[in-house]
């Protein structure tokens, strides 16, 4: 005997004594009261079987698979001259490794245990050999793991990304304010505003769109639009960089993107992003309609305010879902809803003389509508109201959250749509009625919120003819979906 037992004497020493005899065993025994280094081998050898003991269920570490693997070199000696006799043992190998393959329902690593117990190793020979090398096949083996990112998350400073059973596929650090916590509302309740999956190409895989400027982090990814692939590498990237001049008035190359929808609105059979971003700070903003293939630019609407709602539903049922949404014209100081045929968003928003984009032409929306403020914004605590939320039923109705923000209350009125977005209906939200009846007893609105109050409000409602402002449903003549869709037809 050398003046230190092998690694491998010791596993047979820890997983057979009996196969040692008592005199080797007593050996072993007496060389461990003083010997240190052995000791460090067989501390080791004990980790390893006892951590597959506690966790049986478990899928084998890279750890366990490095350690089995360090098993199995140790018998590469055992290998020249050996494969004769490796043959003439394979029959009986087969019969014995049947043992640890036919509870095929068990975990690889219960298996291995299983196989360990009813064959302990005997030697450093072939059979042992064989066994480790079945070890380490295990070892090595993975389940099949779900690579399709179903599930991807803003959390702790990661975006995170999962499959559907929930199993992590990867992450990456993006800053420590990187988190859906604390978001405003129009993210918290909408995380795919930010974070988008989508198959791009039809192969059954999903790729991942993200952008980071809607988080209070400064920092240099806030103009940016990243897409990667589902392994996490990545596939494109559009950074926003615009010199924009408002009737003269240069505005700095400063965005950040706030919003994004995704999706095969014109069923086209392709994938289109419509990315918002605002310049920081507070406006103007730009929605831009981006090919999620290759990340190109296909155009861009200019807007005074924020576009932060956003809902989509094909209204006049021709196969193309409108695109619809909602925020505030700073420049008209109106809360407003903006309709788009997805084939068509370019140009600039409705807005004063004098804030007109240079070089971009009117808008190609359908539908511009504003929203009057009501008797409360005289206490209003910002110069505009805004919508705040956007729901579209089945039939294609559409409800509109205006908020009026006052100092007592943040009111609310609820602005009703047909399907051919004529105005049918306002009603206020309790805490909008609150703080109303509380202005009224203290003798500062001598209004009432009647019938002829709501009506008001409703026939306040205007849309956008191309050239003004009108109270009746109006179509912007600029729209040229009917000749997209002449195009597209042939």
């Known amino acids: 005997m050398s003046e230190h037992f092998s690694e491998h004497e010791l596993e047979i020493y820890y997983l057979s004594p009996e196969e040692l005899g008592e005199s080797e065993t007593e050996k072993i025994l007496l060389h461990l009261g003083k010997c240190q280094l052995c000791n460090g081998h067989l501390r080791e050898v004990k980790q390893y079987y006892q951590s597959l003991e ?5 899928t084998p570490t890279e750890r366990d698979t490095a350690f089995a693997r360090k098993l199995l070199s140790r ?3 055992f290998l020249p001259g050996r494969k004769a006799e490796l043959k003439e043992k394979s029959d009986s190998l087969v019969e014995s490794f049947a043992e640890v393959i036919e509870p095929y329902r068990s975990s690889l690593t219960e298996r291995f245990i299983r196989y360990l117990r009813i064959h302990p190793v005997r030697s450093a020979g072939v059979f042992s050999f064989a066994a480790l090398a079945l070890a380490a096949a295990f070892m090595s083996i993975r389940p099949k793991l779900d690579k399709n990112p179903a599930i991807a998350q803003a959390k702790d400073g990661f975006l995170i990304v999962q499959n559907g059973h929930g199993d992590e596929l990867w992450r990456k650090h993006i800053g420590d304010k990187f988190t859906m916590e604390g978001a405003p509302p129009y993210i918290g309740g909408h995380p795919e505003r930010v974070i988008n999956l989508k198959d791009l190409d039809s192969d059954g895989t999903n790729e991942l769109f993200c952008i980071f400027g809607w988080t209070s982090m400064d920092f240099p990814f806030n103009n940016l639009l990243i897409c990667y692939n589902a ?15 408002f009737g003269g008035v240069p505005y700095s190359d400063q965005y950040k993107f706030y919003h994004i929808e995704a999706g095969d609105f014109a069923h086209s059979g392709d994938i289109e992003i419509i990315a918002a971003a605002t310049h920081d700070p507070w406006a103007p903003n730009v929605l831009l309609r981006l090919d999620g293939k290759g990340g190109k630019l296909i155009s861009e609407f200019w807007h005074p305010g924020m576009l932060r709602e956003f809902g989509h539903k094909d209204l006049n049922h021709d196969g193309v879902e409108e695109l619809v949404y909602g925020g ?13 045929d997805p084939r068509s968003v370019e140009g600039s928003a409705p807005a004063p003389q004098g804030y007109y984009p240079n070089g971009f032409p009117q808008g190609t929306e359908k539908y511009y509508i504003t929203f009057p403020g009501s008797d409360l914004k005289q206490f209003a605590t910002d110069v505009t109201n805004e919508v705040t939320g956007l729901r579209i039923a089945g039939d294609g109705t559409l409800e509109v959250m205006v908020n009026e923000p006052v100092r007592i209350a943040t009111g609310t009125l609820y602005y009703y749509f047909d399907s051919q977005l004529n105005c049918i209906n306002v009603r206020a939200s309790d805490s909008f009625t609150a703080a109303h009846q509380q202005l009224e007893r203290d003798g500062k609105l001598a209004t009432h919120l009647n019938d002829e109050y709501f009506e008001a409000l409703r026939k306040g409602v205007t849309y956008w003819d191309g050239e003004k402002f009108v109270n009746h449903l109006t179509m912007n003549p600029e729209d040229n979906s009917a000749f997209l869709l002449e ?3 042939g």
């Open 328 to 340: 505030q014209n700073n420049r008209l100081q109106q809360a407003c809803v903006v309709v788009f």
């Open 75 to 77: 018998n590469r000696l």
């Open 231 to 245: 392994d996490s590498t990545e596939r494109w990237k559009y950074e926003l960089h615009r010199t924009m001049q």
């Open 54 to 58: 506690e966790s049986p269920e478990s």
């Open 487 to 489: 195009s597209f037809t």
